[in-house]
Structures are given as C-alpha cells and as structure tokens.
C-alpha cells in the first residue's frame, strides 16, 4: 500500500468512570489507504465506536481522553491539533455518518438548508451554487425529487431517507475520509443494500477512503478491502478481507464468522461467553475466557503481540499460537487439542459500544 490517509498507531483512549478506569481503546494500530474501505468489526463493546470517535476528538472529555497513540492524517498528528484545526478539519476532510441520523439533523431547519450551511462552512461558494450541488447531492443519494424535497424538514423524511439525507450532509464538501458507524444497522435489509451500493458508488466518484464500523460481517463481506477486528478494546486480528474470511486465525474472528448464516453453526448462536469487564479486564489474552485453545500463556502478562499469519505481515493475528515456533494448526482447527480451562458460557453479549 502507498503511504496510508489515515495510519493508527497505538491509540489508548479511556473514560475516567466512577466503577474505575475504562480502557475502552487499549494499543490500537491500523492504516486506512486512499480510496480504500476498511471495515472495524466486534461486538456491541469492543470499543470500534471510540476508535472512529476518537480520530476527529469526537470523545466528550471528561471523561473521555485519549491517552496515548498517533492518529496520522494526511501527514499532520491530528492529537496534537487544537479545537480550532480539528472543528476545520471535521466536516470538510473528514466527514462522520451515524447510526441514527436523527443526530446530524437538527429538526427545526429544512434538509436544504442544513445541507447548505455544511457546504458554506468549509467551501468559498455562493448561496445559490451551495443549493445546486446539494440538490445533486440528494439525487445522487437517491432522494426522488430532490428539488422539491430540498425545502422539507428532516420529520417529513422516512428514516431510511433520513440516513440518505445525512450521506448527502456528509459527502457536501467531498471529504477525504467518511467514518460510518453502523450506518444502516437501522434500516431494513433492501434499503440497506441500496445504502451500501451507494457509498461504493459514491466512493469510486470522490476517491475517498471509508472507515466502516459495523457488528455486520455479511456487510464487510460486501464492502470491505480490509478488516480489523476488535475485542475488549484491542486488535484481535488486521488483514486483507479475503485473507480474514478464507483463513481466518484468531479463535474470535472464526467465532464470529461461524455466527454468520451458512458457515459453521450456521447463524444458529452468538458466540459463548460474554466480553470481560470494562474496568478490569482479564491479564494476558483478553479473550481466554471464551476461548476454547486457551493455554497457560495465554492467561498472564499482556495481549499477545500481532503476529503475521503464514509469514504474510499484512495479515496479522493477536495469538500465542502463533509465536515463532508455535503451532498455528491447533487454533486452525486442523487438529483437535484439549482444552485447559476455555469455558464457553452462554450469556447475553449485547452491551452499550462505548
Ligand atoms: S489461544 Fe490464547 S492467545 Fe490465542 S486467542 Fe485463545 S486465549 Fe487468546
């Protein structure tokens, strides 16, 4: 890959709470390139939310803070810019889509206008010249008369329009990179579908990069060039999107992936166990409570380091298996091995992402 628009590296963002420290984002790295889609995936708490929020300080502090880490944009750290750099750079170079779009409109202005003002902040453009593009904006999105629907209030949009309209909010100053978090987790299935093929679409035209934060993975099968999975706030597993699903390596990615309709227990369970504390999450591999290859190792000192999969160092796994000299097999699945204390526990994974 050329040099990355976005390169992550060692990102520690945490929430002073009054249970304790959460370490929500704990040694976070990874690159976003020019004109790629990187998915983050995990489950509900596996802090994929505050490492998209953390990029532009979108993090309310306090509690929040970020701790430590770079977060290289373009060539500028973007923690060492101040409120004045970071609130130019929001919006026109970097550009948010959330889950709940309700949150980008402001409910008492037309879509028009709102549409219009993002456009003036950032670009030196005419009233009038703003207003074209952001009725081609929402034609583009998909909004069927978008002239007419220009002057409409955001409560006379239907919610999967709604979401349309804050794509077209965040695409009006054709930013560089658009981080969308669980952007149509909301939305059924077709309308989905249709959101989907319009960021590929809409990405092919602006050249831009996607940072795309999703619990989905039939949805990073769709749009991913890359994957990182996340768990307990660290790095599980980073690498190429067909890489991570015809060999996935770490015991979590293949969990997930065996949750997924068609593959291993065919959709049929969410994964055994539940995610560890947010304040006081277990030593050594985050995920040996729900692991079933769990060995000794695995329970003290640190998170494993990444290693490469097959030598391969843009596919990297976070797994003591796969030290040199280790036996990636056993994890793999290629040969049965007991376990030592790995116990799957059924239990409800659903937890607020943050
Ligand atoms: S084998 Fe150990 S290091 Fe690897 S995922 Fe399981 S618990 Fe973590």
């Given at each position: 890959?050329?040099?990355?628009?976005?390169?992550?590296?060692?990102?520690?963002?945490?929430?002073?709470?009054?249970?304790?420290?959460?370490?929500?984002?704990?040694?976070?790295?990874?690159?976003?390139?020019?004109?790629?889609?990187?998915?983050?995936?995990?489950?509900?708490?596996?802090?994929?939310?505050?490492?998209?929020?953390?990029?532009?300080?979108?993090?309310?502090?306090?509690?929040?803070?970020?701790?430590?880490?770079?977060?290289?944009?373009?060539?500028?750290?973007?923690?060492?810019?101040?409120?004045?750099?970071?609130?130019?750079?929001?919006?026109?170079?970097?550009?948010?889509?959330?889950?709940?779009?309700?949150?980008?409109?402001?409910?008492?202005?037309?879509?028009?206008?709102?549409?219009?003002?993002?456009?003036?902040?950032?670009?030196?453009?005419?009233?009038?010249?703003?207003?074209?593009?952001?009725?081609?904006?929402?034609?583009?999105?998909?909004?069927?008369?978008?002239?007419?629907?220009?002057?409409?209030?955001?409560?006379?949009?239907?919610?999967?329009?709604?979401?349309?309209?804050?794509?077209?909010?965040?695409?009006?100053?054709?930013?560089?990179?658009?981080?969308?978090?669980?952007?149509?987790?909301?939305?059924?299935?077709?309308?989905?579908?249709?959101?989907?093929?319009?960021?590929?679409?809409?990405?092919?035209?602006?050249?831009?990069?996607?940072?795309?934060?999703?619990?989905?993975?039939?949805?990073?099968?769709?749009?991913?060039?890359?994957?990182?999975?996340?768990?307990?706030?660290?790095?599980?597993?980073?690498?190429?999107?067909?890489?991570?699903?015809?060999?996935?390596?770490?015991?979590?990615?293949?969990?997930?992936?065996?949750?997924?309709?068609?593959r291993g227990t065919g959709g049929a369970r969410s994964i055994g166990g539940k995610l560890p504390s947010a304040t006081d999450p277990p030593d050594g591999c985050r995920f040996h409570p729900r692991c079933e290859h769990a060995v000794d190792a695995c329970r003290a000192g640190e998170q494993p380091?990444?290693?490469?999969?097959?030598?391969?160092?843009?596919?990297?796994?976070?797994?003591?298996?796969?030290?040199?000299?280790?036996?990636?097999?056993?994890?793999?699945?290629?040969?049965?091995?007991?376990?030592?204390?790995?116990?799957?526990?059924?239990?409800?994974?659903?937890?607020?992402?943050?």
């Amino acid at each position: 890959m050329t040099e990355p628009l976005l390169s992550i590296r060692d990102l520690r963002t945490v929430f002073h709470t009054d249970e304790g420290l959460v370490r929500a984002v704990d040694g976070v790295s990874f690159d976003v390139g020019r004109g790629e889609t990187v998915c983050l995936v995990g489950e509900s708490g596996s802090g994929k939310t505050v490492t998209g929020e953390s990029i532009t300080r979108l993090i309310r502090t306090p509690p929040g803070e970020i701790a430590g880490g770079e977060i290289v944009f373009d060539g500028r750290d973007l923690t060492t810019l101040d409120e004045d750099e970071l609130r130019e750079l929001r919006g026109d170079r970097i550009a948010h889509v959330f889950q709940n779009p309700q949150g980008a409109l402001n409910p008492v202005y037309t879509v028009g206008w709102q549409i219009v003002e993002a456009i003036q902040l950032h670009q030196d453009v005419t009233r009038a010249e703003a207003r074209e593009r952001g009725i081609d904006l929402l034609d583009r999105v998909g909004i069927p008369e978008a002239t007419r629907r220009f002057d409409d209030y955001p409560h006379e949009f239907s919610g999967g329009m709604k979401q349309r309209v804050a794509l077209a909010m965040a695409l009006a100053t054709n930013p560089d990179l658009l981080i969308a978090d669980e952007p149509t987790t909301a939305l059924d299935v077709t309308i989905q579908n249709q959101i989907l093929g319009l960021l590929s679409e809409l990405q092919a035209e602006f050249d831009m990069s996607i940072l795309l934060i999703t619990h989905d993975l039939g949805v990073v099968a769709e749009v991913a060039d890359r994957v990182v999975v996340m768990y307990a706030g660290k790095v599980m597993e980073r690498g190429g999107v067909f890489d991570v699903f015809e060999r996935p390596s770490h015991p979590y990615t293949r969990a997930l992936l065996d949750c997924l309709p068609g593959r291993g227990t065919g959709g049929a369970r969410s994964i055994g166990g539940k995610l560890p504390s947010a304040t006081d999450p277990p030593d050594g591999c985050r995920f040996h409570p729900r692991c079933e290859h769990a060995v000794d190792a695995c329970r003290a000192g640190e998170q494993p380091p990444v290693y490469p999969v097959d030598g391969d160092d843009d596919h990297v796994v976070s797994c003591v298996h796969y030290e040199p000299g280790g036996d990636p097999s056993v994890v793999r699945g290629e040969e049965a091995v007991p376990t030592d204390g790995g116990r799957p526990v059924e239990g409800d994974t659903e937890e607020d992402d943050r």
